[in-house]
Every structure is written in structure tokens, then in C-alpha cells.
């Protein structure tokens, strides 16, 4: 029961960030590319690889990856913009939205478990 209470604080405070982060990027950044989700999902792929690799509790696991990090990352909204570039036809920003979505999240994941097992010895 206290995995769903951690879980569900979590997200909240997950969700209200990348709201918080995507609306300030977006007033001090003007660009055609999704950057804030861009950089939210990176940043989420980092340190959810770092949580992994430091080994805690399950509760904290939970709260913080599966609760916070699920609401700050947004596989939605990152589908959406894709489909948005397609129906504009800038197919360039496009293609680099989605390879640098998806290796930049491997590697940001990849990078996040290194530091976090180093940090963990």
C-alpha cells in the first residue's frame, strides 16, 4: 500500500517539474524543436539510470523512479511532437528528434548506471 502512496506523490512531483521545466525553456527558448521534452527525457533516461545502479529500497526505487521520474518523462508528449514534425513535413528535425530521443536516452541511461556504480562502491 505504501509503494502506490510513494509512487503516486511521486509522479506529482514528476509531472509538476517537467511542467514547470517545459514552460520556462519554452519562454526563454523559441525553436521549432521540441527541446524542453527533449531535455526532460535525457535528463529522466540520466537519472533513472544513476537510481538504478545506487541500489536503494525498493520504496525509495519506487517513489522517486517508477512515481517521479514516470511523471517527469513523457513518452506521450514525445509522440505527439513527432507526429507534429510529420504533418509539417520538417522531416530533417524530425529524424533528429527521434534518433536523438532514443540514443541519447540509451546513452544518458548507460552514463546515469556508470556514475551510480562508481558513486555505490
Known amino acids: 500500500m505504501w509503494e502506490f502512496i510513494f509512487v503516486g506523490l511521486g ?10 521545466l517545459s514552460q520556462f525553456m519554452n519562454r526563454i527558448l523559441h525553436t521549432k524543436f521540441p527541446l524542453a521534452t527533449f531535455l526532460t527525457n535525457i535528463s529522466g533516461s540520466f537519472l533513472l539510470g544513476l537510481l538504478f545502479a545506487m541500489h536503494f529500497s525498493d520504496s525509495i526505487y519506487h517513489g522517486l523512479g517508477v512515481g517521479a521520474l514516470g511523471g517527469y518523462t513523457t513518452f506521450s ?16 528535425r524530425f529524424m533528429l528528434y527521434f534518433a536523438g530521443s532514443f540514443c541519447g536516452g540509451l546513452a544518458s541511461s548507460f552514463l546515469g548506471i556508470l556514475l551510480g556504480t562508481w558513486l555505490h562502491q
Open 77 to 92: 508528449t514525445f509522440n505527439f511532437e513527432l507526429l507534429s514534425l510529420l504533418q509539417r513535413q520538417d522531416h530533417r
Open 11 to 20: 509522479a506529482s512531483v514528476g509531472a509538476m517539474s517537467r511542467y514547470g
